[in-house]
C-alpha cells in the first residue's frame, strides 16, 4: 500500500516538473521580445545591435527634446475621444437592438460583424476614399471618426449580452415604486450597465491605441499617431528612444493593472467584512 | 360599488394575432386574496400586468379605487408588484432596495429610516438590512421584495407567482406568512400561479383561467366541490369524469346513460332529458363493488394500487380506456391487479357539469 502511494507521489512530481518547464517555455514565447526591448532601452549605443553599456539617456532625451511624447499625447487624445464617442453611440445602438423589434433588425445584427471581420487595410481604404469624396482634410478629426467606425461593432456587441442579460422586470419594478423613466435609467438601469461599459470603455481604447493601419491611411501630415510615427521611423531606423518610450508605456501599464486589482481585492474585502448598518 | 378595488371591464388583450384576453370581466373586492389561477399561457400574468401598468390593454376599461388607469404610466398607480424573479436591485442594499419607493418620492430621510425598520421587522429581516441581494437565499429576497412592495402603502399588492423559484418546504411555510401578512394588513392581494394547491390555501377566491377566458370565479371551497366546467374540475383536484346523456329526472336525482356505454345516477340541479351531463367524482368518495349496484353500470378493471404514505392510489381502466382514480386511506386486501370492479358513488357525492360549450 505504502509503496502505491509512493509510486504515485513520484508521478505526480515528475509531472509537476513538466509542467514548470513548459510554462516557463511558454512565458519566454509571449515576454522574451518585450524584455530585450527593455533591456536595449538602457544601452549606451545609437544602433541597436549589441549591448555597449548601461545608460539613462534615452529616458532623459526622451522627456527633454524629442517629438516622441508629443505624439504620444496625440495618440491618447485621439483614443480618450474615440472610446467617449463609439461608447455612447454603440450603447445606445445595442439598446435599440435588444429592446425593440423592428424589421432591419436581423441585417443590422448580422451586418455589425463587417467592421470586425474585414482586413484593416480594406477599411483604411474605404474611409481615405469616403473622406476623399467627401472633402473631408485628413488629420485628428479624421482619425478620430475611422477610430469610432471600428469600436462601435465592439461596443455594441458588448452591450447588447449585456442588456439582454439583464432582467427588465428590475426597471419594471423601479417604475412600479414610482420612479419615472429618467430616475429608473439613472439609479437602476445606468449602475447595472456600469460593468458592460468599462468593459466597453478599455475595449475601444485598447482598439484606437494599437491601431497602426487605419490611422496610415487617414492621418494627416502633421497630426499623425505614435504607432504611425513609429512605423515611419523603423524606414529611417529606430533610436532606442523609442525603446525608452515603450518601456515607460509598459511601466504605466503594469502600474495600472496592479493598482486595479489591488483595489478590486480592498473593495471586495470591504463588501465582505464591513456589511453597512443603517440603525 | 366603491367596494371594487380593482375592475376590469370588457378588457381585451391582443399580442399580435393572438387574442391572449377576451372580454374579461373581473371585480376584486378590498381587502380580499384573489387568486388568478392557470396553467401557463392562460393569460392570468398579462392581467396582472395590465393592472400594474407594465401593458396595455388593447381595449376595455380598468379602474383602481374607482378611478380609471388605462392611460397612466405604471409609476402613476397606487399599486405594488412582488415579481417573480424577485427584481431586486442587484447594486443596491437591502435597505436601499426597501426604502426605494420613499427615496424617488423624496420622503424626509428619518421617515425612510423609520418605516424600512418597520418593514425590516414585518417580513422578519431586522439585522440583514446591509447586505446585497446576491447574498442572501431565495427566501430571504422574496421577503425583501414583498416589503419593497409594501413600503409605499399601496391599496393593492400584485404577487406574479412569487414563490415560484423555491423549494417546496419553503413555499409551504411562504404561503402561510403571505396570508398571515395580508390579513394582518388588510389590503388587497392579487396572487398570480399555476399551483391549484397554493390557490386553495391562501386564497378568499379563486378565478380560473384557461385561454384567456374565465372559467370559474368562486371561492376555493365551491370550487371544489361545484366546478363549472370539466376544465376546472380536472385542474382543481384530482376528477373522475363521466360523460352521459341525461335519460330520466326524478326529483333532485339524475339518471344518465354514459356515452360510451354504461348507467349512473347522481344529484344534480336543472337538468331534463336529452341533456348532456358530465358527472365529476373525486377519487376519496369514488366507490367501487365486486357486484353490479342498483342504478350504476360502469365496469372498470384494476391497474395497481400504489401506497403513497398518507393514503392508497388504485388507478384502474374503463374498457374504452379512461383511467380512474381511487384514493382510500386504507388498504382493501380483497382488490387486486386485473380484477373487475362496479363503479359507484352516493348521489350528492357527485357533481353534475353543464358543459356550456
Given at each position: 500500500?505504502?509503496?502505491?502511494?509512493g509510486?504515485?507521489?513520484?508521478?505526480?512530481?515528475?509531472?509537476?516538473?513538466?509542467?514548470?518547464?513548459?510554462?516557463?517555455?511558454?512565458?519566454?514565447?509571449?515576454?522574451?521580445?518585450?524584455?530585450?526591448?527593455?533591456?536595449?532601452?538602457?544601452?549606451?549605443?545609437?544602433?541597436?545591435?549589441?549591448?555597449?553599456?548601461?545608460?539613462?539617456?534615452?529616458?532623459?532625451?526622451?522627456?527633454?527634446d524629442s517629438?516622441?511624447?508629443?505624439y504620444?499625447?496625440?495618440?491618447?487624445?485621439?483614443?480618450?475621444?474615440?472610446?467617449?464617442?463609439s461608447?455612447?453611440?454603440?450603447?445606445?445602438?445595442?439598446?435599440?437592438?435588444?429592446?425593440?423589434?423592428?424589421k432591419?433588425?436581423?441585417?443590422?445584427?448580422?451586418?455589425?460583424?463587417?467592421?470586425?471581420v474585414?482586413?484593416?487595410?480594406?477599411?483604411?481604404?474605404?474611409?481615405l476614399?469616403?473622406?476623399?469624396?467627401?472633402?473631408?482634410?485628413?488629420?485628428?478629426?479624421?482619425?478620430?471618426?475611422?477610430h469610432?467606425?471600428?469600436?462601435?461593432?465592439?461596443?455594441?456587441i458588448?452591450?447588447?449580452?449585456?442588456?439582454?442579460?439583464?432582467?427588465?422586470?428590475?426597471?419594471?419594478?423601479?417604475?412600479?415604486?414610482?420612479?419615472?423613466?429618467?430616475?429608473t435609467?439613472?439609479?437602476?438601469?445606468?449602475?447595472?450597465?456600469?460593468?458592460?461599459?468599462?468593459?466597453?470603455?478599455?475595449?475601444?481604447?485598447?482598439?484606437?491605441?494599437?491601431?497602426?493601419?487605419?490611422?496610415?491611411?487617414?492621418?494627416?501630415?502633421?497630426?499623425t499617431?505614435?504607432?504611425?510615427?513609429?512605423l515611419s521611423?523603423?524606414?529611417?531606423?529606430?533610436?532606442p528612444?523609442?525603446?525608452?518610450?515603450?518601456?515607460?508605456?509598459?511601466?504605466?501599464l503594469?502600474?495600472?493593472?496592479?493598482?486595479?486589482?489591488?483595489?478590486?481585492?480592498?473593495?471586495?474585502?470591504?463588501?465582505?467584512?464591513?456589511?453597512k448598518?443603517?440603525? | 360599488?366603491?367596494?371594487?378595488?380593482?375592475?376590469?371591464?370588457?378588457?381585451?388583450?391582443?399580442?399580435?394575432?393572438?387574442?391572449?384576453?377576451q372580454?374579461?370581466?373581473?371585480?376584486?373586492?378590498?381587502?380580499?386574496f384573489?387568486?388568478?389561477?392557470?396553467?401557463?399561457?392562460?393569460?392570468?400574468?398579462?392581467?396582472?400586468?395590465?393592472?400594474?401598468?407594465?401593458e396595455?390593454?388593447?381595449?376595455?376599461?380598468i379602474?383602481?379605487?374607482g378611478?380609471?388607469?388605462?392611460?397612466?404610466?405604471?409609476?402613476e398607480?397606487?399599486?405594488?408588484?412582488v415579481?417573480?424573479?424577485?427584481?431586486?436591485?442587484?447594486?443596491?442594499?437591502?435597505?436601499?432596495?426597501?426604502?426605494?419607493?420613499?427615496?424617488?418620492?423624496?420622503?424626509?430621510?428619518?421617515?425612510?429610516?423609520?418605516?424600512?425598520?418597520?418593514?425590516?421587522?414585518?417580513?422578519?429581516?431586522?439585522?440583514?438590512?446591509?447586505r446585497k441581494?446576491?447574498?442572501?437565499?431565495?427566501?430571504?429576497?422574496?421577503?425583501?421584495?414583498?416589503?419593497?412592495?409594501?413600503?409605499?402603502?399601496?391599496?393593492?399588492?400584485?404577487?406574479?407567482?412569487?414563490?415560484?423559484a423555491?423549494?417546496?418546504?419553503?413555499?409551504?411555510?411562504?404561503?402561510?406568512?403571505?396570508?398571515?401578512?395580508?390579513?394582518?394588513?388588510?389590503?388587497?392581494?392579487?396572487?398570480?400561479?399555476?399551483?391549484?394547491?397554493?390557490?386553495?390555501?391562501?386564497s378568499?377566491?379563486?378565478?380560473?383561467?384557461?385561454?384567456?377566458?374565465?372559467?370559474?370565479?368562486?371561492?376555493?371551497?365551491?370550487?371544489?366541490?361545484h366546478?363549472?366546467?370539466?376544465?376546472?374540475?380536472?385542474?382543481?383536484?384530482?376528477?373522475?369524469?363521466?360523460?352521459?346523456?341525461?335519460?330520466?329526472?326524478?326529483?333532485?336525482?339524475?339518471?344518465?346513460?354514459?356515452?360510451?356505454?354504461?348507467?349512473?345516477?347522481?344529484?344534480?340541479?336543472?337538468?331534463s332529458?336529452?341533456?348532456?351531463i358530465?358527472?365529476?367524482?373525486?377519487?376519496?368518495?369514488?366507490?367501487?363493488?365486486?357486484?353490479p349496484?342498483?342504478?350504476?353500470?360502469?365496469?372498470?378493471?384494476?391497474?395497481?394500487?400504489?401506497?403513497?404514505?398518507?393514503?392508497?392510489?388504485m388507478?384502474?381502466?374503463?374498457?374504452?380506456?379512461?383511467?380512474?382514480?381511487?384514493?382510500?386511506?386504507?388498504?382493501?386486501?380483497?382488490?387486486?391487479?386485473?380484477?373487475?370492479?362496479?363503479?359507484?358513488?352516493?348521489?350528492?357525492?357527485?357533481?353534475?357539469?353543464?358543459?356550456?360549450?
Amino acid at each position: 500500500m505504502k509503496d502505491r502511494v509512493g509510486r504515485i507521489e513520484r508521478k505526480k512530481r515528475s509531472f509537476n516538473l513538466k509542467m514548470t518547464i513548459f510554462s516557463l517555455i511558454v512565458f519566454a514565447f509571449i515576454y522574451l521580445p518585450i524584455i530585450v526591448m527593455i533591456v536595449f532601452s538602457f544601452n549606451d549605443q545609437k544602433r541597436n545591435y549589441y549591448w555597449k553599456g548601461f545608460t539613462f539617456k534615452w529616458y532623459e532625451k526622451l522627456f527633454t527634446d524629442s517629438d516622441l511624447i508629443q505624439y504620444l499625447w496625440i495618440s491618447l487624445a485621439i483614443a480618450v475621444l474615440a472610446t467617449i464617442i463609439s461608447v455612447i453611440i454603440g450603447t445606445i445602438g445595442a439598446f435599440g437592438l435588444v429592446r425593440f423589434e423592428f424589421k432591419i433588425k436581423k441585417l443590422i445584427n448580422g451586418a455589425l460583424y463587417i467592421p470586425v471581420v474585414i482586413p484593416e487595410v480594406v477599411l483604411g481604404i474605404a474611409l481615405l476614399m469616403l473622406y476623399e469624396t467627401a472633402n473631408m482634410p485628413l488629420g485628428m478629426a479624421a482619425i478620430v471618426m475611422a477610430h469610432v467606425t471600428f469600436c462601435i461593432p465592439f461596443v455594441v456587441i458588448i452591450m447588447r449580452g449585456r442588456l439582454a442579460g439583464m432582467d427588465q422586470s428590475i426597471e419594471e419594478a423601479s417604475m412600479d415604486l414610482g420612479a419615472n423613466r429618467l430616475t429608473t435609467f439613472m439609479r437602476v438601469t445606468l449602475p447595472m450597465l456600469v460593468p458592460g461599459i468599462l468593459s466597453s470603455c478599455f475595449m475601444s481604447f485598447t482598439l484606437s491605441i494599437d491601431d497602426v493601419i487605419i490611422s496610415n491611411f487617414v492621418a494627416g501630415p502633421k497630426s499623425t499617431t505614435l504607432p504611425v510615427k513609429i512605423l515611419s521611423l523603423v524606414k529611417v531606423g529606430l533610436s532606442p528612444e523609442v525603446n525608452a518610450l515603450a518601456t515607460v508605456m509598459i511601466a504605466v501599464l503594469i502600474l495600472g493593472l496592479l493598482l486595479n486589482s489591488l483595489t478590486q481585492a480592498i473593495l471586495k474585502k470591504r463588501a465582505e467584512n464591513n456589511v453597512k448598518s443603517y440603525f | 360599488m366603491a367596494e371594487h378595488i380593482v375592475q376590469l371591464e370588457k378588457v381585451n388583450k391582443y399580442f399580435g394575432d393572438n387574442h391572449v384576453i377576451q372580454d374579461l370581466y373581473l371585480n376584486i373586492e378590498q381587502g380580499e386574496f384573489l387568486t388568478l389561477l392557470g396553467p401557463s399561457g392562460c393569460g392570468k400574468t398579462t392581467i396582472l400586468r395590465m393592472i400594474a401598468g407594465f401593458e396595455e390593454a388593447t381595449n376595455g376599461m380598468i379602474k383602481v379605487e374607482g378611478e380609471r388607469v388605462e392611460d397612466k404610466e405604471p409609476f402613476e398607480r397606487n399599486v405594488n408588484t412582488v415579481f417573480q424573479s424577485y427584481a431586486l436591485f442587484p447594486h443596491m442594499t437591502v435597505y436601499d432596495n426597501i426604502a426605494y419607493g420613499l427615496t424617488v418620492a423624496k420622503v424626509p430621510k428619518d421617515e425612510i429610516k423609520e418605516r424600512v425598520k418597520e418593514m425590516l421587522e414585518l417580513v422578519q429581516l431586522m439585522g440583514f438590512e446591509g447586505r446585497k441581494p446576491d447574498m442572501m437565499s431565495g427566501g430571504q429576497k422574496q421577503r425583501v421584495a414583498i416589503a419593497r412592495a409594501l413600503i409605499n402603502r399601496p391599496k393593492v399588492l400584485l404577487l406574479d407567482e412569487p414563490l415560484g423559484a423555491l423549494d417546496l418546504q419553503l413555499r409551504k411555510q411562504m404561503q402561510i406568512e403571505l396570508k398571515r401578512l395580508q390579513q394582518k394588513l388588510n389590503i388587497t392581494f392579487v396572487y398570480v400561479t399555476h399551483d391549484q394547491e397554493e390557490a386553495m390555501t391562501m386564497s378568499d377566491r379563486i378565478a380560473v383561467l384557461q385561454k384567456g377566458v374565465i372559467e370559474q370565479l368562486d371561492t376555493p371551497d365551491e370550487i371544489y366541490k361545484h366546478p363549472a366546467s370539466k376544465f376546472v374540475a380536472n385542474f382543481i383536484g384530482e376528477s373522475n369524469l363521466f360523460d352521459g346523456v341525461v335519460e330520466s329526472v326524478d326529483g333532485n336525482t339524475v339518471c344518465a346513460k354514459l356515452v360510451d356505454g354504461g348507467r349512473m345516477k347522481l344529484d344534480a340541479e336543472g337538468f331534463s332529458a336529452g341533456d348532456a351531463i358530465t358527472a365529476c367524482v373525486r377519487p376519496e368518495v369514488m366507490g367501487y363493488s365486486l357486484e353490479p349496484v342498483e342504478g350504476f353500470d360502469i365496469k372498470a378493471t384494476v391497474k395497481n394500487v400504489i401506497f403513497i404514505g398518507s393514503q392508497y392510489k388504485m388507478y384502474a381502466f374503463l374498457d374504452n380506456g379512461q383511467e380512474i382514480k381511487i384514493n382510500r386511506t386504507k388498504q382493501d386486501s380483497n382488490v387486486r391487479e386485473g380484477d373487475t370492479i362496479w363503479l359507484h358513488w352516493e348521489n350528492d357525492d357527485a357533481y353534475g357539469i353543464k358543459e356550456s360549450v
